[in-house]
């Protein structure tokens, strides 16, 4: 039952540390989409595509003591950080070895900001529509973001380059 929390506390212990907890959303859903065994369901969200689930396994988690949450106030928002405490390492044993290019994902992923992985996870989030109605359907539900050419360019360029870090063999 609790193999499924063992995965989210490994996948924080292996970043190292996730900021924000928005992040940390369109991270695991990333990597769900690059077909790594993560089960929590995703409906798109104010943010892109967010799981009730996912928030609810991290509340846990802290309260167990496996998780620290941080909060930092950045004036206009605030902040939340995780980190794996000694007490989640040794509970992270319970997890089965993490796919190989898990740790090529997320170190690809903890490097771009928020507003990036928003993109890149809602763009994943309609894959079944061609690309211009994909670019179509952000500009509709994102459209407060005005996300510009540029940044639709390098959220397809990274997505490209995503299947070499997928848990299926290309």
């Known amino acids: 039952m609790l193999q499924e929390h063992a995965k989210i506390v490994q996948f924080i ?21 690059m077909d790594f065994p993560f089960a929590e369901k995703y409906e798109l969200h104010m943010y892109g595509p967010y799981s009730e689930e996912l928030t609810l396994r991290v509340e846990e988690l802290c309260e167990m003591g496996f ?23 040794r509970f992270v044993e319970m997890a089965e070895s993490p796919h190989a290019s898990l740790g090529d994902l997320l170190n690809r992923l903890n490097g771009k900001s928020s507003r990036f992985l928003e993109l890149v996870s809602t763009l994943l989030y309609f894959d079944y529509l061609p690309k211009d109605e994909q670019i179509a359907k952000v500009h509709i539900v994102k459209n ?19 299947p070499t870090c997928s848990a299926v063999v290309q």
């Open 144 to 162: 407060k973001l005005n996300f510009s050419e540029d940044e639709m360019i390098d959220a397809f360029a990274f997505i490209a380059e995503l």
């Open 67 to 89: 998780l620290a949450e941080r909060c930092e106030d950045k004036g206009s928002y605030v902040q939340y950080s995780y980190n794996v405490t000694e007490e989640g390492e």
């Open 13 to 33: 212990a292996m970043a190292n540390e996730v900021n924000g907890r928005k992040k940390l959303q369109k991270m695991i859903y990333i990597a769900k989409k």
